[in-house]
């Protein structure tokens, strides 16, 4: 079963949320009801059945999104077997393959060069920006994309010995922190859990000592096991993440883990790659400026010689380039046929750009027309000096006619148009931004000086030998030139600092932080990954979307605090009266259908709508507070009063009905007390909350077919 399960995905979320220890209990207690025939005490059932469902949706949902997404950026490889080219899966290639790779090509298998020449961009696997150029011989690295040329390569790693699938399953083998309700719940369902057995099987034993008849004894003890089970929480913060995920998903953010959405509620620190998330991951074109210092922004409508000269130069060397890089896309989209110059005539020969000389150009019978970086196409330190002056926060690209300068180009990267906004809500939210990237420290700072990050303290870490993690996160805000493995030690000592953080990546290169991460966040345009490793999705990548889901977050969470101490109250009064009632010979008060009224009307159904109400208020975590000022003295309060009631009961000789109802109505009342202090202070919506619970419960004590399914009396 268990190999099986692996191969069907589907299958496999099946089991693993219908076989658990919560399930288990609540259909050994359903059995025990339908044995004596009291088929309408097995509500509870349904409670456990609507948890489990609500899991499995959520969680199938989720998986199948990630399949058709995995669908539409999964490629073919193209394989040269026996001197025939055909496309195969990529799970059908072979160790020893001819792989041909072109332009936008991912590498999907570590190789080597065999012929031809490549530019390689490893920055998903590296956050390294610039291009790399490969020649026959060299490595090529599993997760890097072809940005110029064509050649053939030789696999040489596949499956788990491939660079990208060691790191993704290093990844999977790091703990993550589970979220501070799953842990909550879990632990009250273990504990409980733990007790159930022996305190069940001795109440079970006093029940036939003290009722009348078996059925009584049964049902007594169910509904004493049954209130020992917080499972209305379980439900309710499902249901209650679940329609968060909705929400969410409405606006494009795939949650892969219901808990995550409380864990990015809580977050303190939020890790930022520059690339996808302060900008958008593209260049565009600032100005151009010309040998004598004139700024233009766009191509004059009457160009002068100069203009005309530079701009001939720079259309046509862009017509002839073949790389299809971020640099290129920007320039082409701004210049080319803006205006449209005749093209120079008579091209003998292109340049490609190369990494090593960091220029392109095309050649003529006459003369060599050059772009690229200034200081590689010329040894003027005059013009060398006057293009450094332009590059602050800019990337520059010269043109040049042989020896003659003829302009230059200014690029940035492009800024999101929110980001600052986004920055902000940060700061709002009491959450301190740190960036991580892989470029440049100079960059970085200017872009995350113009987005409004207040603590520009930054340190490249290609420069620090031996790094100490724990001072660098106090010491600074930003870091650059940093590496797969330095993220990952980043984050961890910010939560060895006792920061909540998120992190946020687009490539492998983050997905061992991500994992490492309280809450990981992907960007969609991103690696399948990043995209896999990740527990909530951007799937538009936009990055504007992570305060929505913050907000989300905090409005489930803070009102589940509030909600748990109605289930809690419940939990302490049950597991006091279960113990009590081993060793009083009085008779139990409470029946499973009852209890179910209660459970809705006083627990399940108020603390859903307390759920739902807005509120975006950080995070104070009041589990604690809920349960040592309301849940404790609640169940106490109950509890000594179950107790005199059964005394009550027995000295008076009251029946069956009679009893239970008393007790329904003495819990209800306590309830309704429990609900009017955690709703403090009151509004509106608050207010008509308590009003109807109210009328639900007098209806069904006074309408004569409600009171006689809930097996109610009003003879006393």
């Known amino acids: 079963m268990q190999n099986f399960s692996k191969s069907h995905p589907i299958i496999h979320i099946i089991l693993k949320n219908t076989f658990t220890l919560f399930n288990l209990v609540n259909l050994i207690l359903a059995l025990m009801v339908a044995f004596v025939g009291s088929f309408k005490n097995m509500l509870f059932i349904f409670i456990a059945i609507a948890n489990t469902l609500i899991s499995i949706v959520n969680e199938v949902r989720a998986y199948k999104i990630v399949q058709k997404m995995r669908l539409i950026t999964e490629q073919k490889p193209t394989v040269l077997r026996d001197g025939k080219s055909f496309q195969v899966a990529p799970e059908e290639v072979k160790k020893g393959d001819i792989v041909v790779l072109a332009l936008g090509d991912q590498i999907m298998y570590d190789s080597v060069m065999q012929e031809g020449t490549l530019e390689v961009n490893e920055a998903f696997i590296t956050g390294e920006q610039d291009n790399i150029e490969k020649h026959p011989g060299d490595e090529l690295i599993s997760g890097s994309f072809v940005v110029a040329g064509s050649a053939k390569v030789k696999v040489e790693h596949i499956g788990e010995e491939n660079s990208i699938t060691k790191l993704e399953n290093e990844a999977h083998h790091l703990r993550t922190a589970d979220s501070k309700l799953f842990t909550l719940m879990n632990k009250i369902v273990k504990y409980i859990s733990y007790t159930l057995i022996p305190v069940g099987a001795l109440l079970?034993?006093?029940?036939?000592?003290?009722?009348?008849?078996?059925?009584?004894?049964?049902?007594?003890?169910?509904?004493?096991?049954?209130?020992?089970?917080?499972?209305?929480?379980?439900?309710?913060?499902?249901?209650?993440?679940?329609?968060?995920?909705?929400?969410?998903?409405?606006?494009?953010?795939?949650?892969?883990?219901?808990?995550?959405?409380?864990?990015?509620?809580?977050?303190?620190?939020?890790?930022?790659?520059?690339?996808?998330?302060?900008?958008?991951?593209?260049?565009?074109?600032?100005?151009?400026?010309?040998p004598d210092g004139t700024i233009l922004e766009t191509p004059s409508k009457a160009p002068t010689p100069a203009e005309k000269s530079f701009l001939t130069a720079l259309e046509s060397i862009l017509r002839h380039q073949i790389a299809d890089n971020d640099t290129a896309s920007a320039l082409k989209a701004k210049f080319l046929g803006k205006p449209k110059f005749d093209e120079i005539k008579g091209i003998v020969e292109d340049i490609p750009f190369s990494s090593d000389r960091k220029y392109s150009g095309i050649k003529t019978k006459d003369a060599e027309y050059l772009l690229g970086a200034t200081d590689f196409l010329t040894k003027d330190q005059k013009i060398i000096k006057k293009i450094k002056n332009y590059?602050?926060?800019?990337?520059?690209?010269?043109?040049?006619?042989?020896?003659?300068?003829?302009?230059?180009?200014?690029?940035?990267?492009?800024?999101?148009?929110?980001?600052?906004?986004?920055?902000?809500?940060?700061?709002?939210?009491?959450?301190?931004?740190?960036?991580?990237?892989?470029?440049?420290?100079?960059?970085?700072?200017?872009?995350?000086?113009?987005v409004g990050v207040k603590d520009l303290r930054g340190i490249d870490l290609s420069s620090v030998k031996t790094p100490n993690y724990n001072k660098l996160?106090?010491?600074?805000?930003?870091?650059?030139?940093?590496?797969?493995?330095?993220?990952?030690?980043?984050?961890?000592?910010?939560?060895?600092?006792?920061?909540?953080?998120?992190?946020?990546?687009?490539?492998?290169?983050?997905?061992?932080?991500?994992?490492?991460?309280?809450?990981?966040?992907?960007?969609?345009?991103?690696?399948?990954?990043?995209?896999?490793?990740?527990?909530?999705?951007?799937?538009?990548?936009?990055?504007?979307?992570v305060p929505p889901i913050i907000d989300e977050g905090r409005q489930s969470i803070n009102n589940l605090?509030?909600?748990?101490?109605?289930?809690?109250?419940?939990?302490?009064?049950?597991?006091?009266?279960?113990?009590?009632?081993?060793?009083?010979?009085?008779?139990?008060?409470?029946?499973?259908?009852?209890?179910?009224?209660?459970?809705?009307?006083?627990?399940?159904?108020?603390?859903?709508?307390?759920?739902?109400?807005?509120?975006?208020?950080?995070?104070?975590?009041?589990?604690?507070?809920?349960?040592?000022?309301?849940?404790?003295?609640?169940?106490?309060?109950?509890?000594?009063?179950?107790?005199?009631?059964?005394?009550?009961?027995?000295?008076?000789?009251?029946?069956?009905?009679?009893?239970?109802?008393?007790?329904?109505?003495?819990?209800?009342?306590?309830?309704?007390?429990?609900?009017?202090?955690?709703?403090?202070?009151?509004?509106?919506?608050?207010?008509?909350?308590?009003?109807?619970?109210?009328?639900?419960?007098?209806?069904?004590?006074?309408?004569?077919?409600?009171?006689?399914?809930?097996?109610?009396?009003?003879?006393?």
């Open 473 to 545: 996160i106090k010491d600074y805000a930003i870091f650059t030139r940093v590496k797969p493995a330095q993220k990952k030690q980043l984050v961890e000592a910010l939560k060895k600092a006792g920061r909540t953080v998120a992190m946020t990546g687009d490539g492998v290169n983050d997905i061992l932080a991500m994992k490492e991460a309280d809450c990981s966040i992907a960007i969609g345009e991103g690696s399948d990954a990043a995209r896999r490793s990740a527990k909530l999705v951007l799937l538009d990548s936009d990055f504007a979307k």
């Open 391 to 450: 590059a602050e926060n800019c990337r520059v690209l010269s043109v040049f006619k042989n020896q003659e300068y003829l302009g230059c180009v200014r690029l940035e990267d492009e800024i999101r148009k929110n980001a600052k906004e986004i920055i902000n809500y940060f700061y709002a939210n009491d959450i301190e931004p740190k960036i991580i990237s892989g470029d440049d420290l100079q960059t970085v700072q200017s872009i995350a000086s113009t």
């Open 204 to 290: 079970l034993w006093s029940r036939f000592r003290t009722e009348a008849d078996t059925a009584t004894a049964i049902t007594s003890t169910v509904a004493g096991l049954i209130n020992m089970i917080p499972e209305g929480l379980i439900l309710l913060t499902s249901s209650v993440l679940a329609l968060a995920t909705i929400r969410l998903s409405k606006k494009k953010v795939l949650v892969q883990d219901l808990y995550s959405i409380e864990t990015l509620a809580r977050v303190d620190t939020i890790c930022l790659d520059k690339t996808g998330t302060l900008t958008t991951g593209k260049m565009k074109v600032k100005d151009f400026i010309l």
């Open 561 to 716: 605090e509030r909600s748990t101490s109605l289930f809690l109250a419940k939990t302490v009064y049950a597991t006091i009266l279960a113990v009590l009632f081993v060793i009083l010979p009085l008779s139990y008060p409470f029946s499973p259908i009852e209890m179910s009224l209660l459970s809705f009307a006083c627990i399940g159904f108020p603390g859903l709508a307390l759920a739902l109400e807005h509120n975006t208020q950080r995070i104070k975590d009041k589990f604690a507070y809920n349960i040592k000022h309301y849940s404790v003295p609640t169940g106490l309060t109950v509890a000594a009063s179950m107790v005199i009631l059964a005394i009550v009961a027995t000295t008076n000789n009251f029946d069956r009905s009679k009893l239970t109802t008393l007790s329904a109505i003495i819990v209800f009342a306590i309830d309704c007390i429990l609900i009017y202090q955690i709703s403090k202070p009151l509004n509106l919506y608050r207010a008509l909350l308590l009003i109807l619970i109210i009328a639900i419960f007098l209806a069904v004590l006074f309408i004569p077919f409600l009171r006689q399914f809930f097996e109610f009396t009003l003879t006393f």
